[in-house]
């Protein structure tokens, strides 16, 4: 049980920005948000996490709502190689991954 | 950059083989885990290592085995190759420090005949 809810796909233009939602309702204090990416042929990929504020690098932002119920990853200016699923995961400690179905991002030249 | 490498790419064994998927960290990392991804099932943890030596099942060990006896290694057994293991297997590694990201291979797609 992933425990976080993520449209199945969404569609963007090349250059415009993406704003991928993600629900956690039953988030706990201690959980962090962590998004992952997975390009065809390729393990996932680290994008970013956060607690409660929030977060940028280089690859992307990271909105967390106040309740902390919902984040919003946030590509600022999508390229086609942004194309690949986009996992939402609740995250503590040591323990494995667990991976929901994600969203399919799919990027229009 | 933290690299996890992951010996093959694609692997095809024959049922009743046993078969080893070996995976390297080049950042002293202490946990280690590995996965199998399935279409319409994601990913699902099948042991995870926290130290040398140390290993713990994940959600789906049966038929799995694993070791441990350097840091940087973490080998996958398939004691006795079945056609349902049939997979893409995922390597990844996690430092210490509350939270912290998993970097994980590029996998190894195993086909069972």
Redesign the interface.
Known sequence: D?KTTQPNSMESNEEEPVHLPCNHSTISGTD?I?W?RQLP??????VI?G?TSNVNNRMASLAIAEDRKSSTLILHRATLRDAAVYYCIR????????????THLIIQP | DVK?TQSSRYLVKRTGEKVFLECVQDMDH??M?W?RQDP?L??R?IY?S?DVKMKEK??IPEGYSVSREKKERFSLILESASTNQTSMY?C?S?GDG??Q???????TRLSIL
């Open positions: 992933a962090y962590h992952y042929s390729q393990g996932p990929e680290y996490h607690l995250s503590v400690g040591a323990d494995g991954l667990t991976f929901g179905k994600g | 996890v202490e946990n885990f996965y319409g994601g990913l943890l995870f926290y994940g959600d995922l990844a996690l509350f939270n990201p998993q970097h994980f291979g590029d996998g």
